[in-house]
């Protein structure tokens, strides 16, 4: 997955990639979100930090927060859980619940 990274984002080393990557987040933005987010993760994700999840959930004005316990990126162990929980996410902001 690194060698796919460095390759996409023009990079050779590891340390070159962070920095790129790093240029390309949307932290700064967070407050300007003027939509509800629900933020859905594993409280274990081992392909981004757990913390990006939180973090916006916290900055949004309008963030909703759901860590699954030991499941890992985008909460896959808990699908059914996620898919129920988003269901009533959507049907409360759209007022249909």
């Known amino acids: 997955m690194m060698w ?8 050779s080393d590891p340390l070159s990639l962070m920095k790129r990557m790093r240029s ?3 932290r ?8 509800p987010i629900l933020a ?3 409280d ?3 392909l981004v930090s757990t913390q990006d999840t939180v973090d916006l ?4 004005p309008l963030g909703d927060l759901i ?3 030991d499941d890992d990126h985008c909460a896959m162990g808990h699908y059914d859980e ?14 249909c619940d």
């Open 44 to 46: 274990s994700d081992t």
């Open 4 to 11: 796919t990274l460095q390759k996409t984002f023009g990079v």
């Open 40 to 42: 859905v993760n594993g």
């Open 57 to 60: 959930a916290h900055h949004a």
């Open 67 to 69: 860590l699954y316990p």
């Open 82 to 95: 996620v898919a129920a929980d988003s269901t009533g996410f959507l049907a409360h902001h759209l007022g």
């Open 28 to 35: 700064s933005a967070y407050r300007d979100v003027t939509i």
């Open 24 to 26: 390309l987040s949307l």
